[in-house]
């Protein structure tokens, strides 16, 4: 039996932009007839449905191809160690997704009585939005008999690529420039301005934040040329060069230097991070 790219996509749930993305990855390989149109066998639905679950348990697109090649080998005791490290590496990946949001039920809990009314949020204020950077920033330098009397934000190029695409184009540019000249100048003026601190629903987001082990799930193609940029440009040194290929210590800071600056794009970030634009500033280097 066989279908066409709409069918195979009602069928499977998985839109016609991805099933040629996989095609290009050449995770499936779809037949195509003499009127040029692509045509989906059982073959193709097996390994599509076999992407559906992987997909559910957040598999990369590296880990999903190695999956499927051990699926089309025959059993043997090389095999049978590559699946189980796969699988093993997975299941403690899910494991500590789901301690993840545990901590974070176990916080909303703890918030929702504070916000039952809003005679309860005044009462609790202090405690609600007392989280993140500038809390502590404030904290310290009150131990140290010093108040922080400035503080604002500064929107600049969106440059977290597993999220979101750059965007820098010249109004954004003259716009974050002009804005931080006026706060340069209110700086120097001695201008105050109250910190904002980050909320408990903050709080929750910075949950999903990778930690120090996301060096992980970066990926290495066919295009690295062992120049050595990730391992300069690295700022905790969690990068150093193995056989010329990047080796990663698990000490990251997730600042994605090493992904904006290879000069090949040749590491990416899990499966969301393929064919989308680099940014590097232009006053920037590599140390």
């Not at 040629?20 to 390989?29: C, D, F, N, Q, T």
């Not at 980050?198 to 040329?225: H, M, R, V, W």
């Amino acid at each position: 039996m066989e279908w066409m790219i709409k069918q195979i996509a009602e069928k499977t749930g998985i839109s016609a932009d991805t099933l040629r993305y996989y095609e290009k990855e050449g995770m499936i390989l779809p037949k195509r007839h003499e009127n040029g149109y692509r045509y989906y066998d059982e073959e193709d639905m097996r390994i599509l449905k076999n992407i559906v679950v992987m997909k559910y348990a957040h598999f990369t697109i590296h880990e999903m191809k190695r999956m499927e090649e051990v699926f089309l080998r025959s059993p043997t005791a090389d095999c049978n160690e590559i699946s189980k490290g796969i699988l093993t590496a997975k299941i403690d990946e899910l494991n500590q997704a789901i301690s993840n949001y545990q901590n974070i039920v176990a916080l909303m809990e703890n918030l929702l009585p504070m916000i039952e009314t809003t005679e309860d949020y005044y009462c609790n204020e202090k405690q609600i939005e007392g989280y993140g950077v500038p809390s502590l920033i404030k904290k310290l330098l009150y131990a140290k008999g010093v108040r922080l009397s400035y503080g604002v934000s500064l929107a600049m190029v969106t440059n977290y690529l597993p999220e979101y695409k750059v965007i820098n184009n010249p109004e954004r540019q003259k716009k974050t420039d002009e804005n931080l000249n006026r706060i340069i100048r209110e700086i120097k003026n001695r201008k105050s301005k109250q910190v904002s601190t980050f909320t408990a629903l903050n709080e929750l987001i910075f949950k999903f934040c990778p930690g120090e082990e996301s060096d992980q799930y970066f990926t290495i193609s066919e295009k690295c040329t062992s120049c050595g940029t990730c391992e300069k440009i690295c700022p905790v040194g969690n990068i150093t060069m193995d056989a010329g290929k990047p080796r990663f210590h698990h000490t990251c800071e997730h600042c994605l230097g090493c992904l904006h600056n290879c000069p090949r794009a040749a590491i990416d970030w899990k499966d969301k991070t393929q064919g989308k634009k680099r940014y590097r500033n232009a006053g920037g280097n590599t140390r």
